[in-house]
């Protein structure tokens, strides 16, 4: 039983994104799907279900953090039947050669801990996209002249960072970019079968200060959605 999703059975499409804010997942529904519905309002948490070229999709906000995220993929996927779960959202570059704008796919996640942690005891968990969707999104991205980088990323548990030099040595290390949700994402859906991705746009860069208007955010966030639902469906 889901406590957190107040969606009747049938309402949830195999194949879900999930942005952090839930008002995002609404403009994006109204924006990409066709005959889109709300499904899901419980606590604010909105979710949306309709068509995109044919193919059912819904798309439902994780909210902020891999807490937050660890509840809303656990029922999608647990009592929805999702098997398909696209996180989209934002991240701060941590290299040099990624830019504002750029795209990245998390192919691995780093992190300090997340809901997961306590179920892997001492075992240090990898957590991972799943490989055709992180290689359906990789071409889509060239296909279409998108600056895209893949590799690993930094799910942190904390939004206000004091660990400047955690974050030094994330850099040295390769860590393309910092994110909230990546790693809990994927651990829960290695846990119930399911295929994950992280596809995130550069809105943010931690080493050169710099960040991107709101109008630049919601223009960018277009693309990746795009992103997203052509990879669920190559």
């Known amino acids: 039983m889901a406590l957190h999703i107040g969606a009747k059975p049938g309402e949830i499409a195999e194949t879900v994104l999930m942005p952090g804010d839930p008002l995002r997942a609404k403009w994006a529904a109204e924006r990409f799907l066709t005959d889109a519905r709300c499904v899901n309002q419980v606590r604010g948490m909105l979710g949306y279900s309709g068509t995109w070229q044919g193919h059912r999709v819904s798309i439902h906000g994780s909210g902020m953090g891999m807490a937050s995220m660890s509840i809303y993929a656990h029922e999608l996927i647990r009592d929805f039947g999702a098997s398909t779960v696209i996180r989209v959202g934002s991240t701060g570059a941590m290299q040099d050669h990624v ?16 809901p997961s942690r306590p179920l892997f005891r001492e075992v240090q968990f990898a957590p991972c996209a799943d490989f055709g969707l992180l290689r359906a999104a990789h071409d889509a991205a060239r296909a279409q002249g998108v600056a895209v980088h893949v590799g690993n990323v930094y799910s942190s548990d904390v939004f206000y960072d004091e ?16 994110e909230m949700e990546a790693a809990e994402l994927y651990s ?44 669920a469906f190559a």
């Open 163 to 178: 660990r400047p030099d955690l974050n030094a040595v994330m850099t040295r290390h390769g860590v393309l970019a910092v």
């Open 99 to 114: 830019n504002l704008r750029d795209i990245v796919l998390a192919q691995a996640c780093t992190t300090i801990s997340s």
């Open 188 to 231: 829960v859906a290695a846990r119930f079968g399911a295929r994950a991705l992280a596809v995130m746009t550069v809105s943010d860069h931690l080493l050169r200060d710099e960040h991107l208007s709101s109008m630049d955010r919601e223009q960018g966030f277009g693309q990746m959605f795009e992103l997203a639902l052509r990879a």
